[in-house]
């Protein structure tokens, strides 16, 4: 049997991700002794890199990881039920991992989970993951060879295989309906701009924006990070009167403009329209119901369990998306503009 | 090495919960050939059971595992968050195992997080757990030598031990501020009657009644099963003008409660005046936020954290109950009663 990142690492006594990091080329924060004796290990034992096939000879435990962002975040809640109802018909258990929106702990227990012997991993980045990390994860998955898939949030690479939502659609969805409404000055708070989810809602509602003669404008976009204080902020950062729409790049953080227009004696819709995406629970059941986007949860929580059985069985690499149609809901947070 | 349920699993090629069940007396489901070649293999091995004491001799994976009932039940995935940044503190990860309310998933999770070598599992009863389950999924852990502690829910059994809250407390203040606000006539929606924690919200409301003179009456109280569904069900269940107020047991079922009211067009609190429990995030946000009864869910999860590394350490079995103090949180949803 051929040597594996595992062996290396036991050999030398650095950690997986250590010796994953070097062998990639990626190792320059570690001690140029810790590289010399990691490579040469790896040139010992003849070790090479296996990139895209996953071993053949991996006992089945019938068990999948799922590493989510913020399990008390409902949309998050709600998409790992669907997927966990997706790994029973395919007679899996599943082990939830929360990584509080940490890259740090993705890898953590990315590496835990494969010591354990779960036979794939469904993986959502998290909000801090830049371009290199996101790239370092999807290797040390590799490297594990462990099936993998990332669900929900991706980066621009090929490689990131999964299940997605078409955020751009989401994004247009929302902002067409409040300009289908009269509304011009339409503000938005976004997501965490490095993840791709929250960049793609972004830019639909700029191609909403732009098909319709109207000019994106830097001062009314809060870059916010999903929170109900983002949105929050938001309208504590944008002048009063500037705009009569927003639309929050989700429940949580349109929970928080709502609030804040609210606490501030400005009612919604009638001064402000505003719009959401996930159609959480809790977006039905507040002050004014929130006009949102809906992501099919329960659908893509099939697919992803589906979607890594396959992997797992084909021992291959997913570098496809599987795409999945958001749909507006509206209801009574957006009207039409007043002085029209 | 003394020898354990596992090894006779192994050996005769049972389940390890159908071996714990047999050398407890309790297979009778089970066929006479298997009881007896469980039983003579046991023998054979000069097995003896260890009821209160874990092993000694086992490796630390520094991981806990955690067995709760509904991920997307905003209580459950709150009390999850809570008790990850206690294992946190105490450098433990945590792995979420979800169960659907389903006593069969709980018995599958801990056979699995066993088989993964967890140091401990904090385990959350399922609303469908006997007191018979409840006691042969206690035996289970025990017989697998597993450190646990019960979190929220349980069974009526000294053994049981772990975090919880005083539900009677609970349940009195919240019938009580509806006492004190002139209302007599106040219905119940219970949780599930197997649970302990549900009857001892309904014991703190009886109680509060009697207190005061009032006879709990059969037909005004409704088994639901903290479903925001068995809220709205009680409303279609209970004669109209037969109450001036409601306590659900939980908040998802004072959804549904006050849903069903506003749906047929009796407002809260003018009309009728609503109480929940558990002071989920949406309980605020909600069209008349709801007064609750909050749970200390932050300092739960620390507390869980803690019990279970000492268990861990102490290499013994819990036995008594760490219990918090719920509060009363007054919001709009309560009101005097009209006709006062």
Redesign the interface.
């Known amino acids: 049997m051929r040597a594996s990142i595992k062996d290396i690492a036991k050999i030398t006594g650095y950690s997986i991700t250590t010796v994953s990091l070097v062998l990639n080329d990626k190792g320059d924060k570690f001690s140029k002794t810790a590289r010399e004796r990691i490579q040469e290990t790896a040139k010992n034992l003849n070790y090479r890199p296996n990139r895209h096939a996953v071993s053949l000879v991996k006992q089945h ?1 019938k ?1 999948f ?1 799922l590493i989510v962002p ?3 975040n ?1 949309y998050f ?2 998409l ?2 669907g997927i ?1 109802r997706g790994c029973q018909k395919y007679g899996r ?6 990584t509080n929106d940490q890259h740090v702990r993705n890898i ?2 990315i590496n ?1 989970l494969a ?3 779960v036979d794939g991993i469904f993986d959502i980045l998290s909000g801090d993951t830049t371009q290199e990390q996101g790239m370092e994860e999807l290797q040390l998955m590799n490297d594990l060879e462990i099936p993998h898939i990332f669900v929900d949030r991706f980066l621009d690479a090929p490689e990131f295989g999964g299940i997605r939502n078409d955020h751009i659609r989401g994004g247009y969805l929302a902002t067409k309906h409040l300009i289908d409404l009269g509304h011009r000055r339409i503000a938005c708070v976004t997501g965490p701009k490095l993840l791709h989810d929250a960049r793609q809602r972004y830019e639909g509602y700029c191609k909403a924006l732009i098909e319709n003669g109207i000019r994106p404008e830097e001062q009314m976009v809060y870059q916010g990070d999903y929170s109900v204080q983002s949105g929050e902020e938001a309208i504590s950062a944008w002048p009063k009167d500037s705009y009569t729409a927003v639309f929050a790049c989700n429940d949580a953080s349109a ?1 928080g403009v709502s ?1 804040a227009l609210m606490s501030r004696g400005i009612s919604i819709p009638q001064e402000v329209s505003v719009v959401g995406y996930d159609d959480a ?2 977006s039905q ?3 004014v119901p929130l006009t949102t986007v809906r992501q099919p949860i329960q659908e893509m929580g099939m697919a992803a369990a589906k979607c890594l059985m396959d992997v797992v069985q084909d021992h291959t690499m997913l570098q496809e998306h599987i795409v999945f149609e958001p749909q507006l809901i509206v209801r009574a947070s957006t009207a039409r503009r007043r002085d029209l």
């Open positions: 435990s068990t990881g913020d399990i008390s409902h809640a709600q790992a039920t966990e258990m599943m082990f939830l991992c929360n953590e227990y835990q010591e354990m012997g929970m609030r629970i809790y059941m507040v002050q």
